[in-house]
């Protein structure tokens, strides 16, 4: 494909790395590309990063046609940079897109986009290690009209952000309360896909956890408010009497990539890991009888990220000893050696820039 490139002519200063953030800061410049229905995507192009203008009846404005993506381009010990699996999120950002009703990308193309891209940031890959250059590819419908349709044009960007850890707490273990009025989806309904109408459902549920001292919502399926799904930015995982237990994809639960790759490293070092239904008592038994040995969070944003403290109801449980357990602590040096380049990809999961 053919990327048009239009340099900026004042870049910008790259903020100290020990106050990053997550998602505050932009790079220089932004890639935009335009669709239409019977002309297909049009007009490749990276551009200074700026504002967009969009005419008020736009599709995305008034039926939230909107999906996004979230990958990380990561300095290596040696100075290079790569990617992790990118190509995973280039076919999830498809399957979203198919649920949506929005244009699908071609594949080469997604990953040629994400990699030029990235050769032109270069410098704002930062170089400490736990930090990241944070892409964020989104695609949203502009049609210039009020009828509920799928849409005729579309626009796919990507913008990029310097970034430390999503959470305060870094890798310390953090709070999480488990939602049981809210829902975030239904089986059948978008759970599955990575649209931004998935999470302004969410935040008012984070909002109130937030008030109560807590980071996240962890979410129960939508029907029976029974079964454990994810939390609010990470997929769960849990060690309850030697078992490594993740909710299975039932279609109400984004299907991670850093969930698919815990999964394969904690199998490759022989641990036993069920991909099954997980019921909310299940996992209060669990804590009460102290089986519950370890919980994580895992995402692109979070990483690995060790659950201290469990809320459900009034009570407040203590997972483990309320500190990082070995398994994730195991799990978080082996997944983020193989990111940043200090240990060796058995996997063949790293693109290199
Ligand atoms: N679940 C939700 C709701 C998320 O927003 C994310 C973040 O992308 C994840 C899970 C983890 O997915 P991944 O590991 O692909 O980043
Ligand atoms: C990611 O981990 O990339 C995400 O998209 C989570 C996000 C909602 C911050």
Redesign the pocket.
């Known amino acids: 494909m053919e990327i048009k490139i239009t340099k900026t002519t004042t870049p910008k200063e790259m903020p100290s790395e020990d106050k990053l953030g997550f998602g505050k800061v932009f790079t220089d410049h932004m890639f935009v590309m335009d669709y239409e229905t019977g002309k297909g995507w049009y007009d490749a192009r990276i551009v200074p990063f700026g504002n967009i203008s969009l005419h008020p009846a736009s599709t995305v404005l008034h039926y939230g046609a909107e999906i996004f993506e979230?990958l990380k381009a990561y300095r290596r010990l040696d100075g290079g940079v790569q990617l992790f699996r990118p190509m995973e999120n280039v076919k999830?950002m498809n399957n979203s897109a198919e649920r949506m009703c929005l244009p699908l990308i071609d594949e080469k193309d997604g990953l040629e986009i994400l990699k030029t891209f990235v050769k032109l940031e270069e410098r704002w890959v930062p170089k400490s290690f736990g930090t990241s250059l944070y892409l964020r590819p989104f695609m949203f419908g502009n049609d210039e009209s009020l009828g509920v349709h799928a849409v005729k044009r579309a626009t796919f960007m990507l913008i990029a952000s310097p970034s430390g850890s999503y959470y305060a707490e870094g890798i310390n273990p953090v709070k999480i309360m488990i939602e049981s009025e809210d829902v975030r989806t239904v089986r059948g309904g978008t759970g599955y896909a990575?649209c931004g109408g998935?999470?302004a459902a969410s935040t008012r549920a984070g909002e109130k956890a937030s008030k109560m001292g807590y980071s996240q919502v962890l979410w129960l399926d939508g029907v029976e408010r029974k079964y454990i799904e994810?939390?609010?930015?990470?997929?769960v995982m849990f060690k309850i009497d030697g078992e490594i237990v993740t909710p299975l994809l039932t279609g109400s639960?984004?299907p991670?990539?850093?969930?698919k790759s815990c999964i394969e490293v904690l199998k490759a070092k022989g641990y036993k890991v069920s991909e099954r239904l997980l019921s909310v008592d299940e996992l209060v038994e669990a804590l009460e009888s102290g089986k519950l040995e370890e919980a994580w969070g895992?995402?692109?944003?979070?990483v690995v990220s060790p659950i201290g403290k469990l809320a459900y109801g009034d009570k407040e449980y203590v997972v483990g000893d309320g500190k990082i357990g070995e398994v994730t602590q195991d799990l978080y040096d082996t997944l983020t050696g193989i990111q940043w380049g200090k240990l060796a990809d058995p996997y063949g999961w790293i693109e290199r820039i």
Do not use: W
């Not at 991670?256 to 969930?259: A, H, L, N, P």
């Not at 895992?298 to 979070?302: N, P």
């Open positions: 979230g999830r990575k998935n999470y994810e939390v609010g930015a990470m997929n639960i984004l991670g990539i850093t969930r895992c995402g692109t944003a979070a």
